[in-house]
């Protein structure tokens, strides 16, 4: 797989060692199943980080619970999972029909281990070669759903430079007008200070972030979207127990942690 599908081991390891925890925050039981010997000794590398590993945890659960509330109420919501790596969300939560994008080695490693067709859910995986493959040739036979559509980036932002970012949204508001996007967002300031570790163990697996910015909640805004909600991803980690920080010093002198890197539910306006 390519460096940034490496990374999708990353955080497959991280809901593993989560689905094991005495009080687990996402329970992706599915996750340990990619965890080979090579996983593994990807995983090795990112395990000494506990702050990233309890966000990542808590930003995947976030996600979920946002998923599974629209499910709920739209059980024949589509669900496009935009760099899907090893996600799991069609097998464990009840409703949507679901689409899985992401490289081409990652979509057959899935399909040898957890076939599409054994989801409990419609499910379809699209492999793409994000070097060289258009993403409007591959969204184009998805376009405008009757159903509501959520289009998820999860991990995915801080790899794509600011023009990438935009064509991206204006591709996805073209072809699902109405869509709701969920996607987290990371300042450059907080990867400054909370990321320059983990930066550098994925720079090691040939990959790299892109050039984030002071505030990108307000760059996609500009790109004709509403925003709806946002939570604090470290926050989540906090409320839940497993990061341990006093409430009146995470909401004073650590607003950095905070606010720095937050998952954002985004609605699309008309064209």
């Excluded at 395990?47 to 998923?67: S, V």
């Excluded at 799991?88 to 957890?114: C, H, N, V, Y």
Aim: hydrophobic share 45%; with cysteine.
């Amino acid at each position: 797989m390519d460096p940034i599908a490496k990374t999708a081991y990353y955080c497959c390891g991280v809901r593993m060692l989560d689905a094991h925890a005495q009080s687990p925050v996402c329970g992706d039981h599915y996750a340990e199943l990619f965890m080979d010997a090579e996983a593994r000794e990807i995983f090795r590398r990112f395990e000494k980080f506990r702050g990233p590993n309890l966000a990542n945890a808590a930003r995947h659960r976030i996600i979920d619970d946002i998923l599974r509330e629209r499910l709920a109420r739209h059980p024949d919501m589509h669900v496009l999972l935009l760099g899907a790596g090893f996600d799991t969300r069609a097998f464990r939560l009840a409703g949507g029909q679901w689409f899985e994008i992401d490289t081409p080695a990652l979509i057959a490693r899935k399909e040898s281990i957890l076939p599409a067709h054994t989801a409990p859910n419609p499910l379809a995986r699209i492999a793409m070669d994000f070097s060289s493959d258009r993403l409007e040739h591959k969204l184009a036979a998805l376009a405008a759903p009757a159903a509501p559509a959520v289009v998820v980036m999860e991990g995915v932002s801080m790899y794509l430079s600011p023009d990438q970012l935009r064509d991206t949204l204006n591709l996805l508001r073209r072809l699902f007008p109405g869509h709701t996007l969920v996607c987290d967002l990371m300042t450059d300031a907080f990867a400054q200070r909370f990321g320059r570790g983990l930066r550098r163990r994925i720079r090691e697996l040939g990959g790299n972030f892109a050039p984030l910015l002071d505030d990108p909640a307000s760059f996609v805004a500009a790109a004709h979207y509403r925003e709806a909600a946002r939570h604090s991803i470290a926050g989540r980690a906090v409320a839940h127990g497993s990061l341990p920080l006093p409430l009146w010093l995470f909401n004073s002198l650590l607003k950095s942690l905070r606010d720095g890197y937050q998952l954002h539910v985004f609605e699309a306006n008309s064209i």
